[in-house]
């Protein structure tokens, strides 16, 4: 397994912009796809944006389809999701995590960080 640690959340206005980090440890890095998934006060947490362990390939929530953007740097063990036209609909904490599959589905992480808190005011 990887241990992942998140960074980079904080509190902005709407329509700001923020980029959010994740570190993992281990030399297996770029077998895992990352994801990113958020979860607000009183809700379940859902899937957000995953990225192939190459980079070569990514999907995202309809949610947030056109206003983040997920990389990775798999030279220095990096997941970047740079968040831009933020609402407060976006308001959550923000997980990464890593899987051995592509997938959506939060049971398949086997690896998440502790989470960072994003709060976007109106």
């Known amino acids: 397994q990887v241990q992942l640690a998140e960074s980079g959340g904080g509190a902005v206005q709407a329509g700001d912009s923020l980029t959010l980090s994740c570190a993992a440890s281990g030399r297996t890095f770029s077998v895992y796809t990352m994801g990113w998934f958020r979860q607000a006060p009183g809700k379940e947490r859902e899937f957000v944006v995953y990225i192939s362990g190459s980079g070569g390939f990514t999907y995202y929530a309809n949610s947030v389809k056109g206003r983040f953007t997920i990389s990775r740097d798999n030279a220095k063990n990096m997941v970047y999701l740079q968040m831009n036209s933020l609402k407060p609909e976006d308001t959550a904490v923000y997980y990464c995590?890593?899987?051995?599959?592509?997938?959506?589905?939060?049971?398949?992480?086997?690896?998440w960080g502790q989470g960072t808190q994003v709060t976007v005011s109106s």
């Open positions: 995590a890593a899987s051995r599959v592509i997938t959506v589905a939060p049971v398949r992480y086997e690896s």
